[in-house]
């Protein structure tokens, strides 16, 4: 599929007619433009502007080990399509999933979230960080720090920071359904890349 068919980085019609492979070329298009736009060029794509936010994962993430294999809809991300990206140090043990004993100091999870228009065009939406903090930082937490960054830069929240209470639903989200994952939740069977 070529990414500017209909429109830059717009897909072959709406959910559910995208096949995983739409889906794929789609994402890799958004990347792409993305990272074109932070070069200075110009697009007429609407992206987001996450390493805008201050945060430097909210760039960053594009070069770290994306563990699904095809965009998937995350029902508990606002229903949007989302990967699963890990930094190099939660890349060692996040291919683990259900058999992970727990999440090295440092390693953090990204998870870019987009949707797609009636008219086929996608727009990127929420970055979710998640980063495994030392023992004792956030103790009601579990000791993760959950951020999660607009398209437009402007960050909804962090843990232990900017609109903390807000952030706590992902938390109680997350060690609510973990089981023995060191609260880490993973995509269904079928869009993770299996090492």
Known sequence: MDCAACGPCAAGGPPPEVSDEELQALYDCMIE????????????????SWSES??????????WTNFASTPYISFTHGERFATNHANPIAA???GLYEDIDAMPVGGIVAKPTFSIGDDGQAYWETLFLMEKAEAGASPD?????????????SLMG????????????C???HMGSSDG???????????????
């Open 33 to 48: 433009m993305t990272e074109a736009m932070e070069a200075g060029e110009e697009s007429q794509a609407i992206l987001a």
């Open 171 to 173: 938390a109680a989200c």
């Open 141 to 153: 937490t579990n000791d993760w720090i959950y951020t999660a960054i607009m398209p437009d830069g």
């Open 54 to 63: 201050g945060r430097e994962e909210g760039g960053a993430f594009r070069n």
């Open 181 to 195: 994952t060191d609260d880490l939740l993973f995509m269904e069977e079928q869009y993770r890349v299996q090492n």
């Open 158 to 169: 962090r843990t232990l920071g900017e609109n903390s209470d807000g952030m706590y639903f």
């Open 92 to 94: 060692e043990v996040y």
